[in-house]
């Protein structure tokens, strides 16, 4: 599990970054958009390898409801993210929707994994996506104002949703994770 905990800090520190150190990712220019982005992806690895070969006691598992509500769920958190790109109708609810996805992808998860590497993997997920939230909110950054946008896009949000959705899915098949149950 020290995998998953040292992806969790990676990815907690490249996203914090620019909002607790400001001027330190200011003279990095361009550069530090690519170490973030490095940064992000060893933190991924860290993360699925540590999930991966990680034990721990279970809690909970996965039931036909839980299973259903965390597809749902689940394709509201792909809707919410290709939402933020296209900037649909729900941008204008919902202040950060990435964020809101990753912590809509973390609780559905936990619903459905009650072991020790799932809590600490998601729930480590969810304490971030909430902190930068708050942080984004003291350093008062706020998103552009929403604009209309022609329903095309709002169809196109949904049908990669649907897409993304099932390549997921797929995935999750082929490592083994039924996410039909």
């Known amino acids: 599990m020290i995998l998953i905990l040292i992806g969790l800090i990676l990815w907690s520190a490249v996203h914090f970054w620019k909002r607790i150190a400001p001027d330190h990712r200011a003279k990095f220019g361009d550069a530090g958009k690519g170490i973030v982005a490095a940064g992000s992806v060893i933190a991924i690895i860290l993360m699925v390898v540590g999930y991966r070969g990680a034990e721990g006691a279970v809690f909970w598992g996965p039931t036909t409801a839980l299973t259903g509500v965390n597809n749902l769920l689940m394709l509201f958190a792909f809707y919410l993210f290709a939402a ?54 003291r350093a008062g950054v706020t998103p552009g104002p929403y604009h209309a946008v022609p329903v095309k896009k709002e169809i196109t949000a949904v049908v990669a949703t649907v897409v993304v959705f099932a390549v997921v899915a797929t995935i999750h098949v082929l490592l083994g994770y039924n996410p039909f149950g």
């Open 84 to 137: 933020s790109g296209a900037k649909v109708w729900i941008t204008s609810i919902i202040k950060n929707p990435q964020l809101t996805a990753v912590k809509v992808w973390a609780v559905a998860h936990l619903l459905v994994n009650g072991d020790m590497p799932s809590i600490i993997l998601f729930g480590g997920m969810l304490l971030w996506a909430v902190a930068e939230v708050i942080v984004l909110k």
